[in-house]
């Protein structure tokens, strides 16, 4: 249903803006989002403006006025920045989207990013795409787009934010070390068109020219291949703790349990030894680039 307030202006509903509800299940997410949708009510009563008079001001029909404040969805950065010219806030509205931007991934992505914000080291296999901490947006979107059944728009541009977030790690200082190993042919095929490729490849030769990070590449030629139960993660921790990961074990939960550790480490160290060097991979992405 359009909402429209009395001059005939459309007013925003949840069909414009799919992808924002609150996971139940997210305790932490619930708690920030059920916070800031408190304050937004108190803040909007104390100035005496009713539900519906407000959605006129900040362009957002009634209903979804009413979630905002009732903790059932997330508000976005702009709403949050018209809420507090409206009320006449003094910027402490607009504040408040430091805690909502942190808890508008999904629970899950977070979780993997702050394990990756901690690790001193991380070695990671994906067989099926480039991993998601060297994909430019453009691919990332790429990728998205072909899922089946399709997330809306609003979910892949959340999912997106999500994946570049994550890529903080490069920034720490000290650096962790990192270690990727790609499988070729997800260098070759074109997801989102040869101009996200060609952007893709030249990321990554970027990235694999930083000291603390080693690119490699397992060719499409080779007959042997330690990779074939699916992809790796593990990361190591300084306090000598670590956490892995492999559809393969546990049916793809973290494992801690050093026998599990030593088994993921061992089929990554072949899998290592089975692709081409840092230096032949950095050659071989700069040949597919030559040709795309």
Do not use: C
Not at 99 to 106: G, L
Not at 150 to 166: K, Q
Request: glycine content about 10%.
């Amino acid at each position: 249903m359009t909402a429209v307030d009395g001059d005939g202006v459309r007013l925003k509903t949840e069909a414009d803006e799919p992808g924002w509800e609150v996971d139940p299940d997210d305790e932490w997410g619930v708690a920030v989002i059920a916070t800031v949708g408190r304050q937004l009510k108190l803040r909007r009563e104390a100035v005496g403006m009713r539900a519906a008079e407000f959605g006129r001001a900040v362009g957002y029909g009634e209903d979804l006025v009413y979630k905002i404040e009732g903790g059932k969805r997330i508000p976005r950065q702009e709403y949050l920045d018209k809420a507090d010219e409206v009320l006449d806030a003094g910027g402490l509205i607009s504040a408040a989207w430091e805690d909502v931007k942190k808890v508008r991934y999904p629970k899950k992505v977070r979780a993997l990013g702050e394990m990756e914000a901690k690790a001193v080291e991380l070695q990671l296999y994906d067989p099926l795409n480039v991993h998601g901490l060297l994909q430019t947006p453009e691919y990332a979107r790429g990728l998205l787009l072909m899922r089946r059944p399709a997330y809306t728009e609003d979910e892949v541009e959340r999912f997106i934010a999500a994946r570049v977030a994550r890529k903080a790690v490069f920034e720490r200082d000290p650096a962790p070390e990192l270690s990727f190993v790609l499988e070729e042919w997800t260098l070759r095929r074109p997801l989102g068109g040869r101009r996200a490729l060609r952007g893709q490849l030249e990321h990554l030769l970027e990235a694999g020219q930083l000291r603390n990070v080693e690119l490699q590449v397992m060719p499409l030629d080779r007959e042997e291949h330690a990779g074939v139960d699916g992809g790796i993660e593990v990361l190591k921790f300084e306090d000598g703790s670590a956490v892995g990961r492999s559809p393969a074990m546990a049916n793809g939960r973290p494992v801690t349990e050093p026998k599990q550790l030593r088994i993921l480490e061992l089929r990554y160290g072949i899998i290592r030894a089975q692709a081409l060097t840092p230096r032949e991979s950095t050659a071989f992405i700069e040949q597919l680039l030559g040709e795309t």
